[in-house]
């Protein structure tokens, strides 16, 4: 059986390689009977390189259940990818926030509150020593 050209295109473009991904039909799990229990039509799928695993038995056709277990793959590979780009931002954006210079409103207020507490802490008088 081989894979619908679009999933195999989005792979690639992904960077994961369809030679990594183990695939396996193995037999369903829950209620079903005779028919769960005879037929392989759960798929499951696993990226080798990084763990990444998929598994399907929504339908009984193994054919329906491959091809969904194939596109819940891409769009956990999709999910991860906007997750990492996402957390790049975020970090870019911590950083630019923590560099940017002070508005003059909070200079204002870092300098009273300095002056506030110098104040405090020159009336809190020489440290004796007790010997």
Do not use: C, Y
Request: charge should be positive.
């Amino acid at each position: 059986m081989s894979l619908p050209t679009q999933i195999v295109e989005k792979l690639a473009a992904l960077g994961v390689r369809v030679a990594d991904i183990d695939e396996q039909f193995v037999r369903g799990t829950g209620p079903g009977g005779q028919k769960i229990n005879k037929t392989s039509s759960t798929v499951w799928l696993r990226h080798r390189p990084t763990g990444v695993e998929v598994r399907t038995q929504r339908e009984r056709s193994q054919a329906i259940n491959r091809e969904v277990a194939w596109w819940s793959l891409v769009a956990k590979f999709e999910e991860r990818q906007r997750s990492a780009a996402a957390e790049k931002e975020q970090e870019r954006e911590a950083q630019r926030r923590r560099v940017r210079q002070k508005s003059w409103g909070q200079k204002r207020k870092m300098v009273a509150t300095k002056h506030h507490r110098a104040g405090q802490k020159s009336r809190r008088g020489q440290v004796r020593d007790w010997e």
